[in-house]
């Protein structure tokens, strides 16, 4: 068990299919940046470094078949609850899954509330 990154499966022998020898891999990357010498080779890893690193990542993620970054759950959430405009107001949610028995009898009995009150009448009113 790899402790130090949980979501990353141990290394083990049959996680490397593609695996090629490193002279080859290493000649490629002389061929592609034109490098000639040690000092270059040296200046073109420490340059590309974060690059290289995640590329790395990448690669090993793709070929462990566990990526962490993809969503399992990837349909929208409604960030904003919906609002009634009364009591009285009998609409209801458009999403499915938004309503539930326990929202339902919590409005039903504040709508049995909001009935029991009687609305106010101003004396001083003029028509």
């Not at 490629?28 to 340059?47: C, E, F, M, P, V």
């Not at 790395?56 to 609002?83: K, M, R, W």
């Amino acid at each position: 068990m790899n402790s130090q990154y949980y979501t990353i499966t141990p290394m083990a022998n049959h996680d490397f299919y593609s695996w090629q020898p490193e002279a080859i891999t290493n000649i490629k990357i002389h061929a592609d940046a034109g490098l000639t010498s040690n000092w270059k080779y040296r200046q073109y890893l420490q340059n590309n470094a974060s690059n290289l690193m995640k590329y790395n990542t990448n690669e090993y993620i793709h070929a462990s078949g566990n990526n962490p970054y993809t969503l399992v759950n990837n349909h929208p959430v409604q960030q904003n609850p919906y609002i009634f405009g009364s009591l009285y107001n009998n609409s209801q949610p458009t999403t499915i899954g938004q309503m539930s028995d326990l929202k339902s009898d919590f409005i039903k009995k504040q709508q049995m509330q909001g009935r029991m009150i009687a609305p106010s009448i101003p004396i001083n009113f003029k028509f």
